[in-house]
């Protein structure tokens, strides 16, 4: 078991709070909003699945523009090295809680560009990711037996702990970095502010700092609002 | 002496005032004090807009045999109050560091106060005006007193509209000058209460001539279809609060004669008496309305110039004022009536955040700007304030006049121009949008980082305003007895009302329950978001989603250029200017003729005027000899 670091976190008196957390999950379950960030191939098969013949509305999924209202990250197919830094971007910028669905093999293990030097091939070492759906590509059918699977995961999280996946990146943060780090290079850096973000959820641990976030803290600029000012 | 004496008299004094310390410093604050001492006289003769009796003046002036006077009826002192409180606002705007900035940049200062009070003194007059002579003069004045305000900006486009618009005052006041002429040849009188005698005894043709002539007299002052072309471009190009001041009511000065003449000695049973039950005079001129409310508001649509949008939303909004009034009704005349009013305020509020906006910043392209609401917070609150109001939402008073003209036209059977009105309404709404967006929403530009606020001498007068704009709106109640007054004394229905808006027996409005349930709404929703959420952070705006791509300075996401593509797609192939050639060619002659009269008697051209000397000698010597011999 590791160490938590101490925490001050809210005492939880409320006799109440397990029922509404309980019911927070069901809401949750029930209503997600997906980006889908559209990388290879495995995109031709979301249309099919959004529209009428699979409707994935049915499930309570929706497609969102932006990746600040967006509950799911969907990732359909190889990530070069270079999307991988934009996708790392989007999904910093996402709220949590937040969930990230990797599509196709590619995504899984580098499919068929396992052997090209510009894919990364485990999308699990940059970011969390909740549910894969292997295939090359996998069937609308696939992608809803995935989308159901994630909704399972988040309705009975309390039980079997599978869909809170995203806390690993704020508790573990210097390990995904590590991996973002030996492929971008030493002075990787996204706007958001993931350590700043980890305090603010209560949620950090040993774990979270290390050798990358201090090879980051170096070179990094915080990128602040700007003030509203009248004078 | 009357009150009105007094306040000519007062008025008068100003303008000797300003126009002899113009070039000095203390300028700056006696302007705003002397308009405050007129407002003051005004205030003094509010009994006019509480049901009182008008003020008669006891100057008078025999001129020819005619027995010239003036009065100050409720009408007088509605408009006349707007016209006040819009020239003190500009006065304050313009006292403090505008004026220094306008100064150093070569602006001719003093002339741009002289200008102010001229306008502040030919308006009073024609708002005082007692009989058709005294209405033409005062028409002239208030026709040049813009002209010397447009004139001022260095530019060579200002110069160029400013002769546009003379040509166009000077075609309006000839058509005014004929019927005139034409009302006086019947009667040998020049009293107001001729129009509608004499128009009972007309024939039918004279009749449509008479009504045609006045029309295009006063619509031409205040831009109604197809006269609009002057307008916005010269109002665009005045310089700063000049623009709001005539932004705000130099052309609602069309709006007063038409009702001081049209709407009080024609009437509805005159209209209606020309032309035939289908198409009449009230028919015509509902659809000129609505036309003008459409069109401009399109043109203004396409703008990219912030000044322009608005100044062409001036013209736009006339066509409201004009649809109400048409109707004769209570409520759509009271809402035509509040519209000046309501209009004057954020029209003038607007128009003072771009002009804040130009002077922090140097230009009002909606292509250059964005993000300015870090850095202006209270001018973008002016302005959303004033684009509420534009737009005609609630709670602001915008929407409360044109909730009564809707009303109006839907209670009086006219289904195809509300259309038509909530077609422009629509224009209106995706314009401000765009105004606001490029201007304070969006992304702040490199070189505008160290933009700051502009000074209290500018915001005081714009956070006025908007104060206006929004009390006037959540209680209307406190303008209305001014409108019920009015017609009244123009012989209209008059208007029922309460603090928070009107009773009528066909569904009413109360703009104090109407804004409780919107602040309710925001209520419950600043609970949500404050209380029961509470985790929200900002971020900077390069933290932001571009499809995934890191944002950096170098890199423009502010979508401001070429904005509703897919509106502009559909009608972009009707801007197609057909009236603008001929309004082009009609400039060119003036200004052929004009350089050719000036060349005469500057003398440029010795050689020609001793030609034509020798000429017309040798014929004066022809005559008489031939008459000798």
């Known amino acids: ?231 | 002496m009357t009150l009105l004496d007094h306040l000519f008299i007062v008025v008068f004094s100003c303008l000797i005032a300003i126009s002899v310390v113009r070039n000095l410093p203390i300028v700056d604050k006696l302007a705003p004090v002397l308009y405050g001492l007129i407002l003051i006289m005004l205030v003094r003769m509010a009994s006019v807009a509480y049901g009182g009796d008008a003020y008669l003046s006891s100057f008078s002036l025999d001129l020819l045999g005619f027995k010239m006077h003036w009065q100050f009826t409720a009408l007088s002192w509605y408009f006349a109050i707007i016209t006040l409180v819009a020239a003190l606002a500009s006065a304050v705007f313009m006292s403090g560091d505008w004026g220094r900035q306008y100064r150093e940049g070569g602006g001719n200062y003093g002339m741009l106060q002289l200008a102010l009070i001229v306008n502040v003194f030919s308006m009073i007059l024609l708002l005082g005006s007692g009989d058709l002579l005294s209405l033409f003069i005062g028409w002239e004045f208030v026709s040049w007193a813009s002209f010397l305000m447009m004139v001022l900006s260095p530019s060579k486009l200002a110069k160029k509209s400013a002769v546009k618009y003379i040509v166009y005052a000077m075609t309006g006041a000839m058509a005014l000058m004929v019927a005139i002429v034409m009302i006086y040849a019947v009667n040998d009188s020049l009293e107001f209460e001729q129009i509608s005698i004499v128009f009972a005894q007309m024939s039918g043709s004279s009749q449509v001539a008479l009504v045609l002539l006045l029309f295009v007299a006063f619509a031409i002052k205040m831009g109604l279809l197809p006269f609009h072309l002057w307008q916005a471009v010269a109002y665009a190009e005045t310089p700063g609060p000049g623009a709001a001041f005539l932004g705000a009511i130099s052309s609602r000065m069309g709006m007063f004669t038409i009702v001081l003449v049209i709407v009080q000695f024609i009437g509805l049973g005159g209209l209606k008496s020309v032309g035939t039950s289908f198409a009449n005079m009230q028919t015509l001129l509902a659809w000129v309305a609505a036309l003008t409310t459409i069109i401009p508001t399109y043109i203004a649509l396409q703008q990219h110039d912030a000044k322009r949008l608005l100044a062409w939303h001036g013209v736009g909004q006339g066509g409201y004022m004009l649809l109400g009034i048409i109707m004769f009704d209570s409520i759509g005349s009271a809402g035509g009536l509040m519209h000046v009013l309501n209009h004057a305020s954020y029209q003038a509020a607007l128009f003072m955040t771009v002009v804040a906006v130009m002077y922090r910043t140097g230009t009002s392209d909606l292509n250059k700007l964005g993000g300015l609401v870090t850095q202006m917070p209270l001018t973008f609150l002016v302005m959303l304030i004033g684009i509420i109001g534009l737009a005609g939402l609630p709670p602001m008073n915008g929407f409360v006049s044109k909730w009564l003209v809707y009303r109006s036209l839907l209670v009086n059977g006219q289904p195809l121009l509300f259309v038509a009105a909530v077609l422009g309404t629509l224009g209106t709404i995706l314009s401000v949008y765009k105004l606001i967006h490029n201007t304070f929403l969006g992304q702040l530009r490199l070189e505008h980082q160290n933009v700051r606020e502009v000074p209290w001498s500018m915001l005081v007068p714009m956070l006025g305003l908007s104060v206006i704009v929004f009390i006037t709106g959540f209680m209307p109640g406190l303008i209305l007895p001014w409108i019920a007054s009015v017609q009244e004394s123009v012989g209209l229905p008059v208007i029922a009302h309460h603090l928070g808006g009107i009773e009528y027996a066909k569904g009413g409005l109360d703009m104090i329950w109407v804004s409780g349930i919107l602040f309710y709404g925001f209520g419950v929703g600043a609970l949500i978001f404050y209380f029961l959420g509470g985790k929200s952070k900002r971020v900077h705006q390069y933290d932001n989603y571009a499809g995934g791509h890191f944002l950096t300075s170098d890199v423009r996401y502010h979508y401001s250029n070429n904005f509703y593509p897919g509106l502009m797609h559909l009608i972009g192939t009707w801007y197609r200017g057909s009236f603008q050639w001929l309004e082009n060619s009609i400039v060119s002659v003036m200004s052929f003729f004009s350089v050719f009269f000036e060349n005469i008697y500057r003398a440029k051209q010795p050689v020609m005027l001793l030609l034509i000397g020798v000429v017309l000698a040798l014929l004066a010597l022809y005559r008489n000899l031939g008459v000798g011999a």
């Open chain 1, 1 to 231: 078991m590791k160490k938590e670091l101490k925490i001050k976190q809210k005492e939880r008196t409320n006799p109440l709070a397990h029922v509404f957390d309980d019911f927070i999950r069901f809401c949750q379950s029930k209503s997600l909003f997906m980006l889908h960030y559209c990388t290879g191939c495995g995109a031709i098969e979301l249309p099919p699945a959004m529209t009428s013949r699979f409707d994935m509305e049915r499930l309570g999924i929706q497609p969102m523009v932006t990746p600040r209202q967006a509950d799911i990250l969907l990732i359909t197919g190889y990530v070069s090295i270079k999307t991988l830094k934009r996708v790392i971007l989007t999904y910093e910028q996402m709220q949590s809680p937040k969930y990230v669905i990797g599509i196709c093999s590619c995504t899984v293990n580098g499919g068929m560009y396992w052997q090209s030097y510009a894919t990364a091939k485990k999308l699990n070492e940059y970011m969390p990711v909740d549910v894969y759906i292997a295939g090359c590509m996998p069937r609308p059918e696939a992608v809803m037996a995935g989308l159901q699977r994630l909704k399972d995961n988040i309705r009975n999280d309390k039980k079997e702990h599978k869909g809170s996946a995203w806390k690993d990146y704020f508790k573990r943060y210097d390990y995904y970095l590590g991996n973002q780090q030996a492929l971008f290079g030493e002075d990787w850096q996204t706007p958001t502010d993931i350590i700043a973000e980890a305090k603010l959820y209560g949620l950090e641990t040993e774990e979270t700092y290390g050798k990358h976030t201090k090879l980051l803290e170096k070179h990094q600029t915080p990128l602040l609002p700007q003030e509203m000012r009248i004078k």
